[in-house]
């Protein structure tokens, strides 16, 4: 598995302190809860992205309960996108509004300065470290033939949560326009990472992994979503399905208003359109908040999913915890 420079850094200081950090956890021991957000941002979708960024700074700010993690995908940046980092620009717009949270970054694609996209993880929580590896390089076909091969990225930041202590939360972005053969191969990247990082730090850590993972939701528990049974065979629990009892096309169907769990080009979205041909996209449900390790799941609907509250071409997932 390949991983940065910065990262194998990273990765001696965790063996170097990981019993010290496995022992303040075990010290520290209470239950706490979470509230954990996933959103795609759409990077490339200028013109309104501050209104947007706002729509989501307002909802966060207006909560009944703090959200303590927004994970996201699609992070923009460069002069072509007319900012310096998008995740910034939330960070930033939280910030006005007296909710502080930690920054952390990791670019997928792109030239630093011009154009580059890539995932970040907001937390009201201390961030101690992050690591990432690169999955794949898979081209995509966008249009009619046209392939352009794209950089997908993994993520992990450690986070020390007060009265409980340290967990690890994973952010990913696995390619949409590609093989699903090719995407399977993403997510054997993938998991290999989290059981990589996992192994250097003892003890049973909860884990958070969520993102956008581009599983059509209809094709599950039909054999053809390997990629989402590889992550629930290695013990993850999809929070949405898990808390909403629903399976496949269950947990997303177009033509029931009972279902909600769409996440991906909900009708009336005004931004699910397909750049290059123009049509709209398909509904689906490819947003996922997978949990690990002693996540107790209290809730998990979908939010930004009703005009006039749309902020990308995405909605966003929201699942609430408890660790014990």
Not at 56 to 63: L, S
Not at 129 to 139: D, G, K, N, R, V
Not at 215 to 242: K, V
Request: charged share 20%; with cysteine; hydrophobic share 40%.
């Amino acid at each position: 598995m390949k991983i940065s420079t910065v990262c194998r850094v990273l990765l001696t200081l965790v063996v170097m302190g990981s019993l010290a950090l496995s022992s303040a956890r075990q010290a520290e021991g209470s239950d706490s809860v979470l509230n954990v957000m996933t959103i795609n941002l759409l990077f490339s979708e200028v013109e309104n992205r501050d209104m947007r960024l706002e729509t989501i700074a307002d909802f966060v700010e207006n909560f009944d309960e703090p959200i303590d993690l927004i994970l996201l995908q699609e992070v923009a940046g460069g002069t072509l996108f007319k900012t310096v980092n998008s995740a910034l620009d939330l960070k930033n717009k939280l910030a006005a509004k007296d909710l502080n949270y930690n920054l952390s970054y990791r670019m997928a694609n792109g030239l630093p300065g011009l154009a580059t996209v890539g995932n970040a993880i907001l937390s009201r929580h201390e961030i101690l470290f992050t690591m990432a590896t690169t999955l794949p390089f898979e081209s995509e076909e966008i249009f009619e033939g046209v392939e352009i091969p794209l950089k997908r990225k993994a993520m992990m930041s450690r986070i020390n949560v007060p009265g409980f202590g340290k967990i690890n939360v994973y952010n990913t972005h696995l390619c949409a326009y590609c093989d699903p053969q090719e995407r399977l191969e993403q997510t054997k990247v993938l998991i290999n990472f989290v059981k990589t990082v996992e192994w250097l730090i003892p003890g049973s850590n909860p884990i958070i992994l969520g993102g956008d993972f581009n599983i059509p939701d209809a094709l599950i528990g039909t054999g053809f979503a390997p990629e989402y049974d590889l992550i629930t065979g290695n013990g993850f629990i999809d929070s949405y399905a898990a808390y909403n009892e629903c399976v496949g096309n269950q947990c997303c169907d177009a033509d029931d208003s009972v279902i909600t769990g769409c996440t991906f080009a909900v009708e009336g979205n005004p931004y699910a359109f397909n750049l290059f041909t123009g049509e709209r996209e398909e509904i689906v449900r490819i947003d996922y908040i997978f949990l690990k390790n002693g996540c107790k799941i209290q809730n998990s609907g979908v939010i930004f999913n009703l005009n006039p509250f749309w902020v990308s071409d995405h909605s966003a997932l929201l699942t609430k915890i408890l660790l014990r």
